[in-house]
């Protein structure tokens, strides 16, 4: 299945006079509509390889048909993706869900679709068949050395597996903890942990990153070893330059300030980057943007003050990395993916819009109101348009899930897929 240049043209043309339209009137009302759409077509947010088939719950779990059935099928919807929003180049692999069995093959095989690949995920929260020793009591945490090293060469792969594909990080999140009191030493969990990752900390090669994810709760229900933020900056500190700390939005406890949380990575230059999604109660895993669109856009506020987004930047060792990790259970992942891109993107646009000097004046006379209302006016304008008119810049679609649904992709895929299969991954 193939977006193609004739596809992409046939439907700009009927989208083009509502576009010409609201655009002009947004340009009229702001000043920087050109740095905004320069800015938007460079930014780029990565898929992981986890979420193109339909997630579920314990449940269960209700497929949609055409799941991608290999690695390979894996990249080509993520080809897909981003020939419907030009800013999807890049794909994450969670290892041993996904395998490159010929890496040079592989590499060529995304090459061919404009995607690179980002952060490669280890895996110690699951047993795998061929497994010796078990992770139910936790991996680098373990008071078994043996379970501790067998955790570590499982990273050190990962690492070797992500270099054959030109990835410059690993993510390491653990499901380490304990599920009642008592049952773990604190501390030593946190020593044993910390040795680990100083191992497989060495064999980072010199130009790679290691992202430490925490996560507040589950599978762990009582302790979790790298619970917050702030343990992970422990971790990240002691480990040295190459460590960082990774923010998945769903991991915190109830209404966690999540924007001064990467205000203060990003003061330390510790923030080394995102797993973008939503959610109402926990780690809900739910479309970016759907629930909660004020607290994307006031992360987005703080990425844009720090200066973390600027494009020079963002093609240094410096970048943060932006990715997606989201499950769908009722929705068609691709259809979801494109609307969570689209959605970071317009919190990014709104930032931009941000006047960041009134701000900062009204902030020095302590001015709550006016605060607000300089946040809200930028949050409150529709740059939706903006968004459509730098992925036509790259070639790409005005309305992508339009686009998506008249040409029948989904039909397609369960045409040359079929209707039961079933992706690796949750
Ligand atoms: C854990 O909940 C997590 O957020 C980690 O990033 C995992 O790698 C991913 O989800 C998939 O399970
Ligand atoms: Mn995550």
Not at 5 to 33: C, F, G, M
Not at 46 to 69: C, D, H, N, Q, V
């Amino acid at each position: 299945m193939k977006i193609t240049p004739k596809h992409i043209e046939a439907h700009n043309q009927v989208h083009w006079a509502h576009q010409v339209k609201r655009l002009d009137y947004l340009t009229s009302e702001i000043n920087n509509a050109e740095a905004i759409l320069e800015k938007l077509m460079d930014f780029q947010v990565a898929i992981p390889s986890w979420a193109l088939g339909t997630g579920g719950t314990r449940f269960g779990r209700y497929p949609g048909g055409g799941e991608p059935r290999s690695l390979e099928e894996k990249i080509e919807d993520v080809g897909l993706l981003h020939a419907l929003n030009r800013s999807s180049g890049a794909i994450s692999l969670h290892i041993p869900w996904d395998i490159p069995k010929d890496g040079e093959a592989i590499k060529q095989l995304a090459a061919s679709q404009g995607l690179r690949f980002d952060a490669v995920n280890s895996n110690t929260f699951q047993d795998q068949d061929n497994q010796v020793l078990s992770y139910k009591f936790g991996s680098l945490q373990h008071v078994d050395k043996a379970v501790r090293r067998q955790a570590v060469e499982h990273n050190i792969e990962v690492i070797k597996q992500g270099e054959a594909l030109g990835s410059e990080a690993i993510t390491v999140w653990l499901s380490d903890g304990s599920c009642f009191p008592g049952q773990l030493n604190f501390r030593r969990a946190f020593q044993n942990t910390l040795e680990s990752l100083r191992e497989i900390y060495a064999a980072l090669p010199k130009h790679w990153k290691m992202f430490i994810e925490y996560k507040a709760y589950e599978p762990n229900f009582y302790s979790m070893t790298v619970g917050d933020w702030g343990q992970s900056l422990l971790y990240a500190n002691k480990l040295g330059g190459q460590a960082y700390t990774l923010v998945d939005l769903g991991h915190h406890l109830p209404n966690a300030n999540i924007e001064q949380i990467v205000a203060l990575l990003l003061m330390e230059g510790k923030l080394g980057g995102f797993h973008f999604n939503d959610s109402k109660y926990g780690d809900d895993d739910l479309t970016v943007g759907s629930i909660r669109p004020y607290q994307l856009f006031l992360i987005f506020n703080e990425l844009v003050d720090g200066g973390a987004l600027e494009s020079a930047i963002r093609n240094s060792q410096s970048a943060i990395s932006l990715m997606i990790d989201a499950s769908h259970n009722v929705k068609d992942p691709l259809e979801d993916l494109v609307q969570s891109v689209e959605a970071i993107q317009v919190a990014y646009a709104q930032a931009l819009l941000v006047d960041r000097k009134a701000l900062e004046s009204a902030q020095l006379e302590n001015d709550a109101v006016r605060c607000q209302e300089i946040l809200q006016s930028a949050f409150r304008t529709d740059v939706r348009s903006l968004v459509a008119e730098a992925r036509l810049r790259l070639g790409g679609p005005l309305e992508p899930l339009g686009l998506f649904r008249e040409v029948g992709v989904r039909k397609e895929l369960i045409k040359e897929r079929g209707l039961k299969t079933l992706a690796t991954g949750f």
